[in-house]
């Protein structure tokens, strides 16, 4: 069967369980990365998670209509390490991005990762926040400068969608 999200998580498998089912996602995203901009887009978006592995994998689609692009999240779970890693592959370039890996702790989960931007080395940052039964809260944030300082550049806040069936509630095919 698949999972079913039950509280805050205490840190391991099935922390994403909570992504499973449809999302509205209203996000707040910097115009210009790593030049100090203040200046904010926000947009609306819709997305759709299910859970797999019984909670070790997680998968979820998000649509940015208004802007014509969508993405994809890949979540791993490491059973042996007991760390995330974390996936993204955008319609812009279809690509699969370098994971940004980590845990949750106290309901906080945070993700850091290697990348290029602009044919330079960055970190990426992915913090997972305010995690209820209805709502969550994701965050980007980049680093020119190996961690010392970071710039905010994307937030989703997601709101659980209550009209229409909740995937989780399916059985799980892709154990």
């Known amino acids: 069967m698949g ?5 805050p ?13 449809r999302w509205k996602v209203h996000n707040r995203r910097q115009d210009k ?7 904010f887009e926000e947009f609306e978006g819709f997305a759709h998670g299910a859970v797999y592995f019984d909670g070790k994998a997680t998968f979820d ?15 791993l779970y490491q059973p042996e390490t007991e760390l995330w890693s974390i996936y ?3 319609s812009q ?17 945070t993700f850091v990762g290697d990348d290029t931007f ?15 039964a209805s709502s969550a809260r994701w965050q980007q944030e980049l680093s020119d400068d190996g961690g010392q300082t970071w710039e905010l550049n ?8 209550t009209d229409v069936p909740d995937p989780a509630s399916e059985p799980d095919r892709a154990r």
């Open 88 to 90: 993204w592959a955008g």
């Open 93 to 109: 370039t279809g690509k699969l991005d370098p994971p940004v890996i980590g845990r949750f702790d106290g309901g906080v989960g």
């Open 33 to 39: 990365w790593l030049v100090g901009s203040t200046n």
């Open 9 to 21: 998580s205490l840190g391991g498998m099935n922390d994403f369980d909570f992504i499973a089912g």
């Open 154 to 161: 994307w937030v989703m806040e997601l709101t659980r969608m």
């Open 3 to 7: 999972c079913q999200w039950t509280g």
């Open 61 to 75: 689609h998000v649509e940015f209509p208004s802007r014509g692009t969508s993405g994809l999240t890949l979540r």
């Open 118 to 132: 602009e044919g330079r080395p960055i970190k990426v940052r992915f913090t997972w926040s305010d995690i209820t």
